[in-house]
């Protein structure tokens, strides 16, 4: 069983920032692909951004040239940088891990095999 922990949730202004981490003990999954999903009340879980292991990166329309998602050298903490942010990111937001490429199913929430419990954001 991977574990993976969210933090840096929190609240914050309209145009001001927010960072998120994810951190994970198993160092091998990480190899593969790791993504940031978001869900508010009503709506479905949906992916914002994921990243490959060889470090290619891809992010949903609603967030491109907003957030970046990273990774540290040892690849055992997930960042997500949410800058400009704006009331429509209030969600909580999950962090991912497939044992696979990322690729064009990067969205399918079926396929990942591990989720954190997820952090709160919320936009004002």
């Known amino acids: 069983h991977v574990q993976l922990v969210e933090s840096g949730g929190g609240s914050a202004q309209t145009g001001e920032f927010l960072r998120l981490s994810c951190t994970t003990s198993d160092y091998s999954v990480t190899a593969y692909c790791m993504a940031w999903f978001r869900q508010t009340p009503g709506k479905e879980r949906e992916g914002i951004a994921a990243?490959?292991?060889?470090?290619?990166?891809i992010y949903a329309d609603s967030v491109k040239g907003r957030f970046t998602i990273s990774q540290d050298n040892a690849k055992t903490t997930l960042y997500l940088q949410m800058n400009s942010l704006k009331p429509e990111d209030t969600a909580i937001y999950y962090c991912?891990?497939?044992?696979?490429?990322?690729?064009?199913?990067?969205?399918?929430?079926?396929?990942?095999?591990?989720w954190g419990q997820g952090t709160q954001v919320t936009v004002s």
């Open positions: 991912a891990a497939k044992r696979d490429e990322c690729g064009m199913t990067w969205k399918w929430r079926s396929l990942y095999n591990y």
């Open positions: 990243i490959d292991g060889d470090g290619t990166v």
